[in-house]
């Protein structure tokens, strides 16, 4: 009686191997290609996340989850709408500035200019002489492609939708309540897997929640001593760079380099003195590093903090995968992933990898 040859065991590893990463490519396409699918939804559950414990307490005080809901989705309207109506008209202000604001820097670093003007001249030089191109070759053709702000965030229409879709999941996610857990966790067949999966959730939307509020809460007061210093040095619409501060804390190391070099030349286009210029963004970066060194391990806990090469690293895929609007999501995200491995034995090696 013959038997069927059995396939070695390295080759069957080899086999699964092959699976997964097919699996973790197809994964990552899927992701990138179906970015306004997904990015609104993962927003609202981070939301969702946020503001969960606050709707809990609501029903604990006996406020239906529909009423908390819908309580907590105004305020979070207004209060975003409060804030794009004060910092619309600076915002405009400051960007029909910016054109002459660049030239008024480049004339101010002239003197270090030169030596690369110089090096430029060299070079096309060089490049005319080297050339061997026929005269009348092929015209050229430029094809005029879509503007920063629409490569970045998308068109406006894009946003718009994206912003109600959030809203409208958020509001069905926070109504739901236990319920949407429940009827999730039913879909497993044993009754201790199903609770043990309702514990996990529970425990990881809380330590999500406590992390994200404080973080929030540290960005804010990060931005209002932003602004109470730039209000100090003279610095035109100090509100604004304290909101943007807040904004971009979210982006770790990268939000705040950007921010620093439109301080530069806000202070370059503000002040004739070259250190009251080098005092607008030297203060920004000084107030940064206090806050990253002491009062973000403080307020977090460290053993909430993420490590910065699983911040870089977490920041360049998001960013790969769904562009700007992704590096704003990419710490929350990891921070997420990190409090589920915590939870989660096969996967509390990873969570270790990524703790600072």
């Not at 069905?172 to 009754?191: I, N, V």
């Not at 994200?212 to 610095?235: C, D, F, P, S, Y």
């Not at 370059?268 to 000084?286: E, K, R």
Request: aromatic share 8%.
């Amino acid at each position: 009686m013959q038997t069927s040859p059995v396939a070695p065991p390295n080759h069957l590893a080899r086999a699964s191997f092959a699976l997964i990463g097919l699996f973790v490519l197809a994964a990552f396409y899927t992701l990138h290609l179906g970015r306004v699918f997904f990015l609104p939804i993962v927003v609202a559950v981070l939301l969702d996340f946020l503001l969960g414990p606050a709707i809990r307490q609501m029903k604990r005080a006996r406020i239906p989850e529909p009423v908390g809901a819908a309580f907590m989705l105004v305020v979070l309207l207004v209060s975003v709408g409060t804030a794009g109506y004060y910092l619309a008209a600076p915002t405009q202000e400051w960007l029909s500035k910016v054109p002459a604001s660049v030239r008024q820097a480049e004339t101010k670093l002239r003197i270090f200019r030169q030596p690369m003007q110089h090096l430029t001249r060299t070079a096309e030089q060089v490049e005319r002489v080297t050339d061997v191109t026929p005269g009348g070759g092929t015209p050229e053709v430029k094809v005029k492609g879509p503007g920063m702000a629409e490569r970045l965030f998308g068109t406006t229409e894009a946003v718009a939708a994206g912003a109600l879709e959030v809203v409208v999941l958020l509001y069905f996610l926070l109504a739901s309540g236990e319920r949407l857990l429940q009827r999730l966790a039913r879909l497993l067949p044993q009754r201790q897997d199903r609770e043990h999966v309702v514990a996990i959730a529970r425990e990881a939307e809380a330590s999500v929640s406590r992390y994200l509020l404080a973080q929030t809460m540290i960005n804010i007061g990060e931005g209002a001593i932003v602004a109470g210093t730039m209000a100090l040095i003279g610095v035109p619409n100090p509100l604004l760079w304290g909101a943007c501060t807040a904004l971009v804390e979210y982006v770790p190391y990268v939000g705040a380099t950007a921010l620093a070099i439109v301080l530069g030349l806000v202070g370059l286009t503000t002040f004739d003195s070259p250190g009251q210029a080098a005092l607008v963004p030297g203060s920004f970066l000084v107030i940064v590093f206090l806050f990253a060194n002491f009062v973000t391990p403080h307020v977090i806990g460290r053993n909430l903090l993420l490590s910065p090469l699983a911040v870089f690293v977490g920041l360049v895929f998001w960013s790969w995968i769904w562009g700007v609007p992704g590096t704003f999501i990419a710490v929350p995200l990891l921070a997420t992933f990190r409090i589920v491995c915590d939870r989660v034995e096969p996967l509390r090696a990873v969570g270790q990898l990524l703790k600072a």
